[in-house]
RNA sequence: GCGCCCGUAGCUCAACCGGAUAGAGCACUCGCCUUCUAAGCGAGUGGUUGCAGGUUCAAGUCCUGCCGGGCGUACCA
């Protein structure tokens, strides 16, 4: 709609311009916005205020010319000239109508757009190492990656889901050590207790079930325990599939699944990170200095060189992740963008860094990052501390358990990524209409609760008759519903674009309330027929829509509650 | 100290990448209510968009400097 207005707009300017009302040269940019009043109309332009100063004439003349020159069309039934100099255009009640046969006949195709025309992107998410169960922050990460993927798939583009982790470095030492410990019967306490040993709880569950002998299958790998306290290395095998299993099941309670499971230790085992420390040394951007070999990633925008190999020989962990990111390049993926907590954020501009001194054509911004802020989360007004100490430990399976995995996605994905998440407990548990998730659910619930009502009181849904009574529906409520889901797909670009997923959780909520309003204001099951038809057509329309945000969400569109 | 993110109603958040009189929900105040499933519905009060400058027809939005909060600032990831 805003193309097609846009597009007379564009007409109307190529007349004025061959009769040289607008300089020939001069680049016009056609900006068409919906209004937020409604007395501005449905869409408004600010090409005359924009073309005033190059054409030297006020604003308001500029519009009049504008509107003079622009072509008849049956979309249209007002346009006015507003206050500096707006062209605020008035759509026709039929053109606004239109909207709801389009998403009754698209059903859940309604709404995506082909923007990425089927190219490769890879989002990376979640990515915590075996160490432990997954806590709020990687829900968070879980909760935003995952449908950053929908978003992008609904903007046609052909999305690959990535998680990558460590499974061999000095951390997972430090967990089969802690195991290890556990299975001799010590506790943090004990002398012989690791230096930086993991203290939680459940590497005693983990200890337990490697001397059991229980077998574990992980999404990407199977181990059974060999019962061998001594044997390090089989140690270290079962810890990690126990842990992976442990966070597949996680993501699987989450309703999140991932295409590809990346190692770190495979980078060193394929022989990459050597290769790329070998190219790095052969264009120049290293150093040797205090036994370490440095990357100059100050030419790159970094306030300080970093090292790459440790005096122990050892790499750090960047060397790998620009490996890494080297091989999602050479995987044919243009397009990259890593969703991380922003506690990682100083890793950005060293990746970054290592990649253009590879000197390998990589573009500068490559990859993207979407970090998000830290989450606080608050039990009857108090904060509940997210601490790895044992105890007060706020995992995502807590949560899960607790509030239900429909209203933990909702909550941790309803608010834009760069700013801080207080996560409110007892507000994602309340089964009212204070509860967002709640509210738009029971909206979904709403339109079928009605489709049964509607047959139980003897009527018969007539959907082609409520197409075509759709123009009669003129009602404020009704106009004011027919705008929300024209916005629609606008939103889903927009989300897409800004990769900001919270602007669908935003819409949704807009237009369940619109939806009750309406519901509660005015009765959809009358008498007349034809009348009755259009209402139930409109919210069966309002419901496809619902339905199709949620998705996006991975949230679920109960049709009753 | 330096870098990144954030600062909008008492609270939780919007505001379609520069547009018109900054919008919702909660809370508060006042009405209505026994209704297609919901103790619900409607209306109202509430703002110098952290502060100070700048850019322009137009700034919550862009630039500069402060103030406040968060996260980083490892030869940890």
């Not at 059974?224 to 842990?243: E, K, M, P």
């Amino acid at each position: 709609m805003k193309d097609q207005v846009a597009e007379l707009l564009n007409q109307a300017v190529s007349q004025l311009k061959s009769s040289g009302v607008i300089p020939e040269q001069h680049p016009v940019r056609i900006m068409v916005d919906n209004t937020r009043d409604k007395s501005h109309g449905d869409l408004a332009s600010n090409i005359a205020l924009t073309l005033a100063k190059p054409c030297g004439q006020p604003p308001r003349a500029m519009a009049e010319q504008i509107i003079a020159a622009l072509p008849e069309n049956s979309l249209i039934s007002k346009v006015e000239i507003a206050g500096p100099g707006f062209i605020n255009v008035f759509l026709a009640g039929a053109s606004s109508a239109e909207i709801v046969a389009d998403i009754l006949s698209q059903g859940a195709a309604f709404g995506r757009n082909t923007t990425g025309q089927g190219e490769k992107v890879q989002v990376e998410f979640v990515s915590a190492n075996p160490t432990g169960p997954l806590h709020v922050g990687h829900g968070r990460g879980a909760a935003v990656g995952d449908s950053l993927c929908r978003l992008l798939a609904a903007n046609g583009w052909d999305v690959t889901r990535e998680f990558y982790y460590n499974d061999a470095g000095a951390q997972i030492k430090n967990l089969t050590l802690s195991v290890q410990a556990r299975a001799k019967g010590m506790g943090p306490d004990d002398s012989g207790w690791p230096a930086d040993g993991y203290r939680g709880n459940y590497i005693t569950d983990v200890a337990n079930s490697y001397m059991n002998g229980d077998t574990i299958d992980a999404d990407d790998r199977h181990v059974t325990g060999v019962a061998d306290a001594d044997n390090f290395d089989a140690i270290q095998q079962f810890a990690v599939a126990y842990l992976r299993r442990e966070q597949d099941l996680d993501l699987k309670a989450f309703g999140v699944r991932f295409d590809v499971f990346f190692l770190e230790s495979s980078l060193y085992d394929d022989g990459k990170v050597e290769a790329t420390v070998q190219r790095l040394i052969e264009q120049g951007f290293t150093y040797e200095s205090d036994d370490a070999l440095w990357l100059k990633t100050t030419e790159f925008g970094d306030d300080k060189d970093r090292v790459m190999r440790k005096r122990d020989g050892g790499y750090t962990y960047f060397l790998p992740d620009v490996a890494y990111h080297k091989d999602k390049f050479d995987r044919g993926f243009k397009r990259v963008i890593n969703e991380q907590g922003a506690d990682h954020h100083s890793t950005v501009t060293r990746v970054r860094a290592g990649l253009q001194a590879l000197q390998l054509g990589i573009p500068e911004g490559y990859p993207d990052y979407v970090l998000h802020q830290m989450v606080m989360v608050t039990k009857g007004g108090e904060e509940v501390k997210i601490s790895k100490r044992a105890g007060d430990y706020v995992t995502l399976r807590d949560l899960i358990d607790e509030v239900g995995s429909d209203a933990t996605r909702y909550f941790l994905v309803s608010r834009r990524a760069d700013s801080q998440l207080t996560f409110d407990i007892d507000l994602a548990r309340s089964q009212s209409n204070d509860n967002p998730v709640y509210y738009i659910q029971y909206a979904h619930a709403r339109v079928h609760a009605l489709l049964r009502k509607l047959e139980q009181e003897g009527h018969r849904y007539d959907q082609q008759q409520g197409i075509d009574a759709l123009s009669k529906l003129e009602l404020d409520d009704e106009r004011a519903l027919m705008t929300q889901l024209r916005r629609y797909p606008e939103a889903v670009a927009h989300a897409g674009q800004s990769l900001e997923p919270a602007g669908i959780a935003t819409f949704l909520k807009d237009l369940a309330s619109q939806f009750h309003a309406y519901y509660n204001n005015n009765r959809m099951l009358v008498d007349d027929a034809e009348l009755r038809n259009g209402r139930v057509a409109l919210a069966v329309a309002v419901g496809q829509v619902l339905a199709n945000g949620l998705d996006l969400l991975g949230v679920s569109a109960p049709e009753s509650m």
